[in-house]
């Protein structure tokens, strides 16, 4: 019986690299994503409880010198965050770039995989129907060799 060899192995096995490395991009690019995103939100909760507490201190009486203080602050906050902001959109976009490419990877070797199955199963039948041929001979010969005797 002859050993099965597919004919797309070697692109079978480049596809599978180029999906793996695509993976390991997509991952990387999600924790960068995660990273920003969290960035972001450490922003937004720092300008939240900077307004509440001037709030806060403002019922009580403060200063102009702490309202400057405030307000610098929250300026400067606030120039943070709408550059983080940019940074989690880009950070986004990467990593739905990433998916898409992960998607049509994955679809590749699927579609080479499916190759492999259907002429492993013709590759069967044909070694199925050679292997039956044989046996034919094989009994024909021994059907004629009873009758010789």
Known sequence: MVAYQYKFAKVLTVREQEKAETEMAYK???????????ELYTLLKKK???????????TQG???????HY????????????????EVIQARSKMHWFEERLLEKSLEVRKFEKIKEKDYELFQQEQQRLETIQLDE?????????EIR
């Open 28 to 38: 990387e690019s999600v924790v960068a994503f995660e990273k920003v995103a969290t």
């Open 48 to 58: 939240e409880d900077t307004t509440d507490d001037q709030n806060n201190h403002l």
């Open 62 to 68: 403060l200063s102009i010198n702490h309202i400057h």
């Open 71 to 86: 307000a610098n602050y929250i300026e400067g906050l606030q120039k943070r965050i709408d550059k983080v902001q940019k």
């Open 138 to 146: 094989i009994s024909s010969l021994k059907f004629q060799n009873k």
